[in-house]
């Protein structure tokens, strides 16, 4: 079992920033490959970021890329989204996801999943 745990969410204007972090427990942390979902108000859930579990390779969701990094420390069992230039549209829950060694971009690969932060972007 992995437990995970999001912070970091809030109200900010757009083109603030925000840093959400994700703090693991249980098993061991560097077997994981971890991802970054959201789900707006009556949408899906849907993909934002993922990294492998050595850090080495990362992807992001198109509405995302070069706006947003993932990164993780595994000395610190902690994942993190850096979230720059806001848009109103990146106004969701955030929820991290782990899912043992293999990076996936797919929300039904990922196994263990923490409560979600919420994350509001004004206009």
């Known amino acids: 079992q992995v437990q995970l745990a999001e912070s970091g969410g809030g109200l900010v204007q757009a083109g603030d920033f925000l840093r959400l972090s994700c703090a693991a427990s249980?098993?061991?942390?560097?077997?994981?490959?971890l991802g970054w979902f959201r789900q707006a108000p009556g949408k899906e859930r849907e993909f934002v970021a993922a990294?492998?579990?050595?850090?080495?390779?990362?992807s992001y969701a198109d509405s995302v890329k070069g706006r947003f990094t993932i990164s993780r420390d595994n000395a610190k069992n902690t994942l993190y989204l850096q979230m720059n230039s806001l848009k109103p549209e990146d106004t969701a829950v955030y929820y991290c996801?782990?899912?043992?060694?293999?990076?996936?971009?797919?929300?039904?690969?990922?196994?263990?999943w923490g409560q979600g932060t919420q994350v509001t972007v004004s206009s």
């Open positions: 996801a782990a899912r043992p060694l293999r990076m996936s971009l797919r929300l039904n690969d990922y196994d263990y």
């Open positions: 249980g098993r061991t942390f560097s077997n994981y490959a």
């Open positions: 990294i492998s579990w050595s850090g080495d390779r990362t």
